[in-house]
């Protein structure tokens, strides 16, 4: 099978993009052409990719004749921002929108009348699984992912200032909204905290490994479980979060549900720092839960199967 997958909007290193499901394709034997915003990033195609360079945000007439370079001899086009579906080229294989924001129901529904629409039902979300990650340690917490004003940048600034008396630091590990950036670097500046911006997945969840307790503090505007508690999960980390990861935490077990206060993540973290059987009980049932239901290579030969299946070429096992 020959698949095209494309986005103008996020980071040619995403890891649900390239680092799951491309990653998948081509391990089953596939080729797959990636149209990408690679300069914008200033990142090298990986090895085995054919690459499409197209503009961050490109307008939609330079999308289309990115996407009709992507799509030629391909058997399948699957595309990861709902903008590319205004600028699909004429002649073009089937098309697969794998939801990646927060959509409404008509949206939804107008799409899946003409394309295929990959939801978290037909491919959920994941992570890589470490099999045996340290166990958490009391002298720093992390953030992995995005960093903006509605996931809590003005909170982790506040908490990184209370944390400097108790010997904790804090690491935020991923790219920041513009109007957010120079916050971070005046709070990096005077030694609040450290700031990585971005770092492929694997590297993240590797740098994430040892941390008191990783945090996700996204407002109520947020609408769905952020995909981090998973990375935290996955390494053995307790989870402090606000509401909006309420769900997946507690039927877990792995963390504390806090509002979006800094006095109240200061008191969580403290509490874990104080209680180190609690906070590796917590890390270790976070762990077992993600590895028993949120670990990628579970899921992607399943995912190859209905990418084949929705080509309608003949389906091939997964590479070990």
Known sequence: MRACVATTVHHPEDARIMHRQIRALLDAGHEVTYVAPFSHFNVTPAMGLTAV????????????????????????????????LRA????????????????????LARAQRR???????VVPEATLVSASPPPPGDTRVVHIGRLSAD????????????????GIRMDLIGA???????LLRDAQRVGL???????????????????????????????TPPTKIMDYMGRG???????????????????????????????????????????????????????LRHHWPDHSAAFVRQAESWAGVTTHALAV
């Open 115 to 121: 394309h295929r629409v990959i939801t978290p039902a």
């Open 193 to 223: 905290l450290d700031w990585f911006g971005y770092v492929p997945n694997r590297h993240a969840l590797r740098m994430a490994e040892g941390a008191l307790a990783g945090l996700s503090l996204a407002d109520d505007t947020v609408r």
């Open 176 to 182: 920041a909204a513009p109007d957010v950036r120079p």
């Open 88 to 107: 699909l080229p004429y002649r073009r294989p089937p098309v697969v929108w794998d939801v990646r924001e927060q959509v409404s129901p008509k949206r």
């Open 53 to 84: 360079d197209v503009g961050h945000h490109a307008a939609l007439g330079r999308a289309r004749a990115a996407l009709r370079r992507g799509v030629k001899g391909a058997d399948l086009l699957l595309v990861h921002d709902h903008r590319l």
């Open 237 to 291: 980390l307790p989870v402090i979060t606000t509401p909006q990861g309420a769900s997946m935490v507690e039927e877990a077990g792995c963390g504390l549900v806090v509002p979006l206060d800094v006095d109240a993540v200061l008191n969580a973290v403290l509490d874990l720092k104080e209680n180190p059987g609690r906070r590796a009980k917590l890390g270790a049932q976070g762990h077992a839960q993600a590895r």
């Open 151 to 166: 996931r809590g940048v003005t909170e982790l600034i506040g908490l990184a200032e209370r944390l400097v008396p108790h």
